[in-house]
């Protein structure tokens, strides 16, 4: 086991949800580099999530596996308890999120999207925020965080401006008003990514790279370990006087590409 910091994480049991996907594996990677052990959530992808099990036990802390599909209501409930018997938890990120920009689904009707986004964005983020945010506070401590979207504060044109505006925003005042309902036992912060180059920002057109740069003031695209690196920053002793905060991961916001 490696020596860590005193703002380590060390001892720490974390539960990232979507750990599988692109942003969610460099979260968990660097919440155990700060120490913590995890618990890796994942639904259909469990060869990813066994990889990043391995990673994270070479660099020194656990990592435990739990499959659910979090768009299922019970299920939710029951992946709760499940995390909760494995270890008494200290982080929660709700990251896990539905990916309606590549893949088949991006052929899917507008309704069918918002459904899924709606069930697994927003509804399995409040149940297990609540459920494990109420163990959290009976036992005295701890902190949640939850992905929003910067852009949902001022809004998008068009199918994906409406359908992730609504959805994050509704993550982000979940988030306000959590803070308030669970402190001061237990903190609850937002991180509100920008422009991140995960799978679809890797294949896209030549015009959303060139608005991706031009609405961040560094002028670049996000990359998984911005997302991740706030998130650790949210979840240590550092973040100690943080709640109740929406932390933008965008560059700072330029305004619309569509002003340049």
Known sequence: MKSFDSESLCGKWALVT??????????????ARAGANLILHTYRNRTAASKLAEEIDAIGPRAEIVECNLAESQKCNDFADAVWQIASLDILVNNAGVDVLT???EEWSFAKK?????????????????TL???MRERGSGDIINIGWDQAEHGMAGDSGEMFATI???????????AKSLAPQVRVNC????WIQTK?????SDYWQERARAESLVGRWGTPSDVAGAVRFLASPSASFVNGQILNVNGGWAGS????
């Open 168 to 178: 994050k925003g509704a993550v982000m005042s979940f988030t306000r008003s959590l």
């Open 114 to 130: 918002l459904e899924l986004l709606w069930k697994v964005d927003v509804r399995a983020t409040i149940e297990l925020s609540r």
């Open 103 to 105: 893949g088949e689904a």
């Open 191 to 194: 991180v509100a990514p920008g």
């Open 133 to 135: 945010g109420a163990r």
């Open 200 to 204: 679809w920002g890797s294949t896209s």
């Open 257 to 260: 590409a569509s002003n340049h």
């Open 18 to 31: 979507g750990a599988s996907g692109g942003i969610g594996s460099q979260i968990a990677r660097e919440l």
